[in-house]
């Protein structure tokens, strides 16, 4: 079995935790929990025909107070930047932290998830601001740790990437 270590990135409160939970344990609570330092889960999948136990590095949000420690991205094999399609200026922090990501590590497989797309009447995030990242070669997907939407996708993308191989 091979295992891959995934790094959830992102600014405070734009569901990283709650994508987590969705996808190891298929929960979602409205209570809102505070990542201290990281949180790590171990879920097992299977891609393209092979077992991969996947490490998910659920890392505190970044704000104008704390940056993310570059040393627990080490041995990344892929991160998943996550934005909250309600605060616009969570796509920034998500730029900010793969440039990072990827000074530190070079250039391993990322996505983009725009999260919290059962609130889509609320969204700041733009069309214009979507189509401008696709543009520059960002994955993007949409997902809701509330509805499950675009979750287990999400994971199985990434995967599927560091694996080297085309998503389902």
């Not at 998830?113 to 401008?132: F, G, H, P, R, Y």
Request: charged share 25%; aromatic share 8%; hydrophobic share 40%.
């Amino acid at each position: 079995m091979i295992q891959k270590k995934i790094c959830m990135l992102g600014s405070f409160a734009v569901g990283k935790t709650s994508l987590v939970r969705r996808f190891v344990q298929s929960m979602f609570t409205d209570k809102y929990l505070t990542t201290v330092g990281v949180k790590i889960d171990k879920k097992q999948v299977v891609c393209a025909g092979t077992e991969v136990s996947l490490l998910l590095w659920d890392l505190y949000g970044e704000d104008e107070f704390q940056r993310v420690q570059t040393t627990y991205l080490r041995g990344s094999s892929g991160i998943l930047l996550v934005a909250d399609g309600t605060r616009a200026a969570t796509i920034e922090k998500a730029r900010e932290l793969k440039d990072r990501a990827h000074s530190t590590l070079g250039p391993i497989p990322y996505l983009l998830l725009i999260n919290k797309c059962d609130l889509a009447s609320e969204w700041e995030v733009s069309t214009e601001q979507l189509l401008q990242l696709e543009q520059e070669g960002w994955q993007i997907l949409r997902t809701s740790a509330k509805s499950g939407e675009g979750v287990e996708q999400a994971f199985l993308s990434i995967t599927n990437q560091m694996l080297g191989t085309r998503s389902p």
